[in-house]
């Protein structure tokens, strides 16, 4: 079973709409656990990373929230526009090589 | 604006070829990782080095994999022989570790290549 489960698979909202993207975690405790933008064809570039003592962190309209007694933590973007349509990937990292990643949601933003 | 950048950044090659897959980390990082990423299993860490010296390299196939850094400006991973299984995106980061003053642990961001994307035949 992945340790690490994202939803939904795949999202789509008009531009300007605020949207929210889950990661639920069965990794327990962890060091940190981050949330990745990945644009089509390209490496995934860090957005947010939080430790396991951290409830929220914020990267200009991403906001990440963690929950460590529910082992949920959630992306919101706020006024989504179009450079937002990507790929969003939630790790949880036990250490630097011990990591668990979730297999993404496909955000596409529409005018 | 730094980056990490890697070469090539497509490659088609047949079953059995030798691929050799380069990254040059960003200047002053400590660490470098080697990613493979497919529709099927998303990322996986295959190497991880520190400081030049390779502290995990369990993800990888090891009967044809291997990945070296022979200096603080280049790394690389190399498939022998390689197999259409082996067909993904082959992404290599690299990251500065150190320790958090708030946190109080060891903090890491790491910075993704653009990715060598693979095709074997």
């Known amino acids: 079973k992945n340790q690490v489960e994202q939803s939904p698979q795949s999202l789509i909202i008009l531009e300007g709409k605020n949207c929210t993207l889950q990661?639920?975690?069965?990794?327990?405790?962890?060091?940190?656990l981050r949330w990745y933008k990945q644009d089509t064809g390209r490496g995934p570039v860090s957005l947010t990373i939080?430790?396991?003592?951290?409830n929220t962190k914020s990267n200009g309209r991403y906001t990440a929230t963690l929950d460590a007694d529910t082992k949920q933590s959630s992306l919101h973007i706020t006024a989504s526009q179009l450079s937002d349509s990507a790929s969003y990937i939630c790790?949880?990292?036990?250490?630097?090589?011990?990591?668990?990643f979730g297999t993404g949601t496909r955000l596409t933003v529409i005018p | 604006d730094a980056r990490v950048t890697q070469t090539p950044r497509h490659k088609v090659t047949e079953m059995g070829q030798e691929v050799t897959m380069r990254c040059q980390p960003i200047?002053?990082?400590?660490?470098v990782f080697w990613y493979r990423q497919t529709m099927m299993q998303g990322l996986e860490l295959l190497a991880y080095?520190?400081?030049?010296?390779?502290?995990?390299d369990s993800g990888m196939p090891k009967d044809r994999f291997s990945a070296e850094m022979p200096d603080a400006t280049l790394a690389t991973l190399k498939i022998q022989p390689s197999e259409p299984r082996d067909s993904a995106v082959y992404f290599c980061?690299?990251?500065?570790?150190?320790?958090?003053?708030?946190?109080?642990?060891?903090?890491?961001?790491?910075?993704f290549g653009p990715g060598t994307r693979l095709l074997v035949l």
């Open positions: 980061a690299s990251g500065l570790e150190r320790l958090g003053r708030i946190s109080g642990g060891w903090e890491e961001t790491q910075y």
């Open positions: 990661c639920n975690y069965t990794v327990s405790p962890f060091s940190n």
């Open positions: 939080m430790t396991f003592s951290e």
């Open positions: 790790v949880v990292s036990l250490s630097a090589n011990n990591l668990f």
């Open positions: 200047l002053g990082h400590n660490t």
């Open positions: 080095f520190r400081n030049r010296a390779p502290l995990d």
